[in-house]
């Protein structure tokens, strides 16, 4: 995935390159810094030595050594003063130089943790927001796997007003600020009970079902040969009508180019998970019945019996379209995140 945010210990993550947010001299003084000289052993106390100093926003790469990741990318952050010394310049710079010392070293997958989030008292939830925004940007333009780790739900703090409205949302609450078009749809999720046995007739009652049903002298055979439009034939169709570019539409979905390249290949028979089929739904900016009919073609759909599912038809029916920011709320409430 482009880009995950992560309850983990940065630590213990297996991937190309972790970063390190240190001081000037590299010595491993406090939080994150000394977790990962801890972890490296002695061999990294004598790399940082020979490397250090570390000026502000920039970065520097070391190997791994007992880390499970292959390198380690130390990078210098600000103290936060209140935001008016220019700490959010040295920030991007530090994920910024981060990043492209992966590209250049042809690295696949690089982690962060909250650069300056700890004893030098940067706000988590800036941080959180403001990595994510420069990581995006970062990847418009280069394919990288990039991971934030938060440590734990603590680290960051969530839009409590945002969150009370999701709860009140999930729990029912927010009816009467349901459009029109969402009650409908979530009447037409409830069980329908059948009572009749003449399925002809249930199909005349129900217009959309009509189609499905067969017909008395119909074979089987037949039947089989009727078949709508594919998940892939769909997507491809909306990305048209809307103008946008493939790598536009998969970066916005924050799905990666290998993964873009087998709906192409597969066609067809390709199936998504839900998260993928929805984020693509997300990037294409699709109302709740254009959603619901893209994920139909993957024999998917969204239902009011789940909280993944609430989620996103709380965003799609406020407009919000901003995949990262979804993810945020998937996140606080425990919901696998949008992407592949």
Known sequence: MPLQIVRQDITKMKVDAIVNTTNEEMIGYSGVDFAVHQGAGQKLDKACSRIAPLGLGEAKITKGYNLDAKYIIHT???????????????????????????????????????????AYGYPKDKVLKFAVQVITEFLCEHELAVYLCVFDKKSYEFSKTLFEEICNFIEGKLEDQVPEKCRAYKKALQPMVVESRNYAEVCSTHGKMQSPCREADESLHDYMKKKDKSFAYKLFDLIDERGMTDVECYKKANVDKKTFSKIKCKGDTYRPS???????????????????????????????????????????????????????????????????
């Open 76 to 118: 210098s952050g600000p103290v936060w003063r209140g935001g008016l010394e220019g700490e959010s310049i040295i920030l991007k710079s530090c994920y910024t130089e981060a990043l492209k010392i992966a590209v250049s070293k042809g690295l696949k997958s690089i982690a962060f943790p909250l650069i300056s989030s700890g």
């Open 274 to 340: 839900k998260q993928t089929a929805v984020a693509f739904a997300i990037a294409l900016k699709l109302d709740l019945e254009e959603t619901q009919d893209l994920l139909a073609s993957a024999g998917l759909t969204l239902s009011y019996s789940f909280t993944f599912d609430k989620i996103i038809m709380y965003f799609i029916q406020k407009e919000i379209y901003n995949i990262f920011e979804i993810n945020e709320a998937l996140f606080e409430f425990d919901q696998v995140l949008l992407g592949v």
